[in-house]
DNA sequence: TCTAATCTCTATAGTAAGTATAGAGTCAAG
DNA sequence: CTTGACTCTATACTTACTATAGAGATTAGA
């Protein structure tokens, strides 16, 4: 199949596709002679693959360490598992801090009705002279 | 004062307050005879006000208009109030999809003890099977 | 067979909000 | 008068793509 048909059958966009090439996560397919690129079934599985971890937020460069541990499948897997634990990590910590970020905007958001001037605008008074925590 | 002292000040980089300079977030300000720029105290606090901004993670866009806003202060305050209650939304969103997320890979951490081989890693076979939802 | 539409190619620029760097100039103190 | 700290501009880099230009390839219909 052509990159189109790719494409359509992975969910990544044309571009996407040849992104991934350029950064080494997908190896350089043959040509037709017209130049155009030409897929089998391995290159879909492994765009798949891509795709799933992107949408667990995993990095190019950390779904690229993936691919390199599964050719080479007889060592440990801690790797994989460090990988994980850190977003996790990672992930409740964001979720921490948005909370926080909630929490402050919408005590901003109180200090203005909706009929008042700028001039007396609670939420621009405040943003002037809050200090960092 | 010159640029180094407003920035630690005002806690921003000295790279941060050029780059605001040049996005028309702060006016460029007089300079010496040596071309160094010269700031006073209203310097400082418009850089606190963005700083505080930036804190509530709104876009250098967004604080352009709330800066326009303040000079022109007896329109109705309304676009400020819209302003705050769309990043409310926009942040809870965020926050939703992340725990989402943090479950997804909670599952995904359990599939894997810690001392198996690449080959019989549940996370890796699992990232390459998941269909999308 | 011609042609128009669609697909693909490469290369480049843009996105957000800065950070990092190079290479040059300025200033203050010893 | 020289050394070190500071500042200047301009450029490249970061992430994970998307958008675009301008060209060539392929396919379907007339």
Known sequence: MKIGELAKRS???VQAIRHYEKEGLI???NRTEGNFRVYNSDALEKLI????CRGLDLALDEIKQLISLQFSPSIPCEAVNEMVDMHLYAIKSRIADL????DTL????????SARSVEQCGILAELSSITDS
Chains 1, 2 share one sequence.
């Open 49 to 52: 693959f891509i795709k799933n």
């Open 11 to 13: 969910g990544c966009s």
């Open 106 to 113: 919408k005590q901003l958001r109180l200090k203005c009705g």
């Open 99 to 102: 909370q926080k970020l909630h």
């Open 27 to 29: 190896s350089p397919p």
